[in-house]
């Protein structure tokens, strides 16, 4: 049996994100708990040139949505890239998870072929589905919430593996 663009896209997004809302929620009783402000944390960069901790959120919400949207040819929901608070960023991923599952999989799947183009900086690519996803939404999402991840670790919040992968007990069944 194969996997479809659907099951090694889709799933994949919502749970790295869910993993994402558990592991700001660290940070946030973190700052709590330390009195550390949490615009400490969410303005947080590894370097000055590198985004801060809320945009990383941003870009792996606009990736999961857009891979869905370009692939699917459905409509994009909007979001402003306003969030300046722990509860905005939580409330941005839960909108991209609702968007995420709303995706029926026939939408994507039988797609592999498909051609998407991206503009990125100025400079036109041409994808098929299959390598859209597969070289460039996946790592690209995964480059966000990884730089996410490490920016909360950089601030000292208490985040380990585990909290990245999400723990063995909420892994799909086979």
């Given amino acids: 049996m194969s996997l479809s663009l659907y099951e090694v896209s889709v799933p994949v997004f919502i749970r790295a994100l869910e993993n994402l809302s558990a592991q700001l929620e660290k940070g946030r009783a973190f700052a709590d708990e330390r009195g550390i402000a949490h615009g400490e944390l969410l303005d947080a960069?590894?370097?000055?040139?590198?985004?801060?901790?809320?945009?990383?959120?941003?870009?792996?919400?606009?990736?999961?949505?857009?891979?869905?949207?370009?692939?699917?040819?459905?409509?994009?929901?909007?979001m402003a890239d306003d969030e300046d608070s722990f509860d905005a960023l939580q409330q941005r991923i839960a909108r991209?998870?609702?968007?995420?599952?709303?995706?029926?999989?026939?939408?994507l799947n039988g797609r592999e072929d498909a051609e998407v183009p991206l503009t990125v900086r100025g400079t036109m690519l041409n994808f098929t589905g299959r390598s859209y996803v597969l070289s460039f939404a996946l790592p690209n999402f995964f480059f966000h919430v990884?730089?996410?991840?490490?920016l909360l670790r950089h601030k000292g919040v208490p985040i380990?593996?585990?909290?990245?992968?999400?723990?063995?007990?909420?892994?799909?069944?086979?």
């Fill in 146 to 150: 990884t730089t996410a991840y490490a």
């Fill in 96 to 107: 991209t998870i609702a968007f995420l599952r709303a995706v029926p999989a026939e939408a």
């Fill in 160 to 174: 380990g593996k585990l909290d990245f992968l999400g723990g063995y007990a909420s892994a799909p069944a086979e």
């Fill in 45 to 78: 960069r590894l370097y000055e040139d590198m985004a801060p901790l809320t945009a990383q959120i941003q870009r792996a919400s606009d990736t999961s949505k857009g891979m869905a949207v370009r692939i699917g040819q459905l409509d994009n929901v909007a």
